[in-house]
Nanobody, 123 residues
Framework: QVQLVESGGGLVQPGGSLSLTCVAS????????VGWFRQAPGKERERVSC????????YYADSVKGRFTASRDNANKIIYLQMNNLRPEDTAVYYC????????????????WGKGTLVTVSS
């Protein structure tokens, strides 16, 4: 059974940092393109970052370039999102998602989703 569990969310002041983790189980991670999405209240879901499974190309949304860093550990089935210099507009529920044997840099639809972790950036 495929399962994705995110953690690391919380409340942080503007300018602060958080590190999100997504632990995968039930499959081999190296055949999946892995991504982070977020959804703020009243807004559509947004693709934040993505790492292709085959060529390791990485996508970042313009709004997070230079502040967020995505990475993956296939052996341990963990996906990371390091978020620095956080802003109030980064407040959202963050989801990890997987796309099997896809090189589209997380253009939806994705195959599997976690339940999300809430990030709140506020003073």
């Amino acid at each position: 059974q495929v399962q994705l569990v995110e953690s690391g969310g919380g409340l942080v002041q503007p300018g602060g940092s958080l590190s999100l983790t997504c632990v995968a189980s039930g499959f081999t991670l190296d055949r999946f393109t892995v991504g982070w999405f977020r959804q703020a209240p009243g807004k559509e879901r947004e693709r934040v970052s993505c790492i292709n499974f085959d060529d390791d190309r990485i996508y970042y949304a313009d709004s997070v370039k230079g502040r967020f860093t995505a990475s993956r550990d296939n052996a341990n089935k963990i996906i990371y999102l390091q978020m620095n210099n956080l802003r109030p507009e980064d407040t959202a529920v963050y989801y990890c998602a997987l796309d099997y044997l896809s090189s589209t840099l997380c253009v939806e639809p994705m195959d599997y989703w976690g339940k999300g972790t809430l990030v709140t950036v506020s003073s």
